[in-house]
């Protein structure tokens, strides 16, 4: 490993503790406030939907481009973190990434159009899929171990607060200044985070092959842009929506051929040889498609479905993310005492009732009753998606872990994409069967239902564990 604490140019760290030092508390900091960044700007969004949709003058439910963009490219920008960090080091592609992700920012806040907010998130997507995995890459492999885990911990703890204080963010901004704010915000905090970067970072160049497989990566960009066409051509009702079919069809068969002859592949999915990661795969997949859409369709649903302000929505989706929060604390002891089995067979049951259940918000329920409702869904989805989470690794090899990781990674951000695009097209579909020019809530219901079938196709996977899966993880074994 090549690494620099404070020069320019990289250079070969001496051995032993001779090494220059960083401020490690500061850079878990400066690392978490751009993972709070990221993850803020992913919820933020939500409540303001109807009020940028008036000023585009487009449909609320077509801005749902402006979340599956973002996705798609920070799905498909996370492969070239490893190369860049080899060809110009963590510091400079941090500081890069973070100046794209403020810039793009400005120009979502100046954005007059439909295209042009949807190009800006597309630029969001990708500076943020360097920024988070460059920043937690550099705490790994300059934090000594003993304070790895604290470092670590300083870092998602940050992190952990973008999405729960998103919504109600957003809902205020939008309710007291403008929906521009919600993305001016995101300015003052890269500022922190690149004077942050300045006195803590360090330049590390991993060493690797210098390989980087640029027509596997063309072929699954392509592939998966041409969804997103199909989803969206779907949901407005363009014709000739054929013409995409056999391009696409022929970008995917072009990467599996690609990735069988790739070593290694960009997407290993050998890896779903083992039980337990394959369990983790499918069952944490299938649900985020419909946890994953949740923020976009939950606040489409009370604001424009039930007459709610943007500030109400956001509380209510803040009432889940409190309860996901202090979920995360109790998760280990669950296991412990269940095993991991156990817990993701009724626990994930508990998911797909919880999705069920919003189909079927209404006025009546009152504000408190669907926050109260939204807050128990937040329990059992923490609990769920900790224990999908943790059962991915109890028996992968150590050199196995990082293409685990990029794996679920993509693929579990892809689903949350796919959610997105198909509850739109859900709601949409279902109006005009009604003859209905705006969704009624029972609308916003038929996609709840449908998200909440596809969740439970993800109990099989679980009942396919061991029922001592995993139990040197929780402790169940002891």
Known sequence: MIRDTGGSSARQAPPGPAAPAVSHRLLSTTVGLAFFMEQLDST??????????????????GLNLTMTVYLLCSVVFIPTGDWLIARFGTR????????????????????????MLV??????????????????????????????????????????AGPMLGPPLGGFLTTWLSWHWIFLINLPIALLCFVGSLRSFPQIRQPNDGRFDALSWLLLGGTLAIVI???????GGHGNLSMWVLPMLALGVGYAWRSRRARPPMLDFSLLRVPTFAASFWSGSLLRVGYGALPFLLPLMLQLGLGYTPLQSGLVLLAGGVVSMFTKTQTTPMLRRWGFRRLMVVNGALCVAGLAMCAFFRADWGLGGIALAVSVTGFVRAAQFNAVTGIAYAELPAHRIGAATTLNTMVWQLAIMVGISLSSVVVTLSAQSGGRAEAAPADYGMA?????VIGALAIPACLRLRDDAGDQLSGRAS
Not at 92 to 115: E, K, N
Not at 136 to 159: E, N
């Open 44 to 61: 933020i969004i939500a409540p303001a939907i109807p009020d940028i949709a008036t000023q585009l003058g487009v449909a609320p439910l």
């Open 92 to 115: 400079t592609v941090f500081q890069f990434a973070l100046a794209l992700f403020a810039l793009s920012s400005a120009l979502c806040a100046l954005s007059v159009s439909l295209p």
């Open 119 to 160: 190009a800006a998130r597309a630029i969001q997507g990708a500076s943020a899929a360097l920024m988070v995995p460059v920043g937690r890459t550099s705490i790994v492999h300059v934090t000594p171990k003993p304070q790895l885990v604290s470092a670590l911990a300083w870092m998602v703890t940050l992190a952990m």
């Open 229 to 235: 066409v199909l989803l969206e051509g779907l949901r």
């Open 448 to 452: 709840f239902l449908l998200l909440a």
